[in-house]
Nanobody, 129 residues
Framework: VQLQASGGGLVQAGDSLRLSCTAS????????LAWFRQAPGKEREFVAG???????????DYTDSVKDRFTISRDNIKNTVYLQMNSLNPEDTAVYFC????????????????????WGQGTQVTVSS
């Protein structure tokens, strides 16, 4: 599986961006997906994740600092995961990475970056004040 992230850029505080990450390879619907970010001098941190579907429903998960501002979604037809980011602030400045891991079920989900097998190349998000 190869992941290709896009959508980063330079924006002002309060603006919005939508990141996209498209996967090549089969069985995208069996993966749980996540976005992580890494700011200069800091460790990579979890931002948002989404489970594989149970029936028609995939379950999102967010770190506290982005709840109510960011929305993660997946399109299993387009093999793409999105991160809609609203009300951006300078603390959101980082390189954003998408990641995927095979999941046996929607319950098989984790925030741990070490558990993700596949990573995109990263896309820079810079928010000016």
């Amino acid at each position: 599986v190869q992941l290709q992230a896009s959508g980063g850029g330079l924006v002002q505080a309060g603006d919005s961006l939508r990141l996209s990450c498209t996967a090549s390879g089969p069985a995208f619907n069996t993966y749980s997906l996540a976005w992580f970010r890494q700011a200069p001098g800091k460790e990579r941190e979890f931002v948002a994740g989404i489970t594989r579907r149970r029936g028609h429903t995939a379950y999102p998960d967010y770190t506290d600092s982005v709840k109510d501002r960011f929305t993660i979604s997946r399109d299993n037809i387009k093999n793409t995961v999105y991160l809609q980011m609203n009300s951006l602030n300078p603390e959101d400045t980082a390189v954003y990475f998408c990641a995927a891991r095979y999941s046996r079920s929607s319950d098989d989900y984790t925030r741990l970056p070490s558990e993700y097998n596949y990573w995109g190349q990263g896309t820079q998000v810079t928010v000016s004040s």
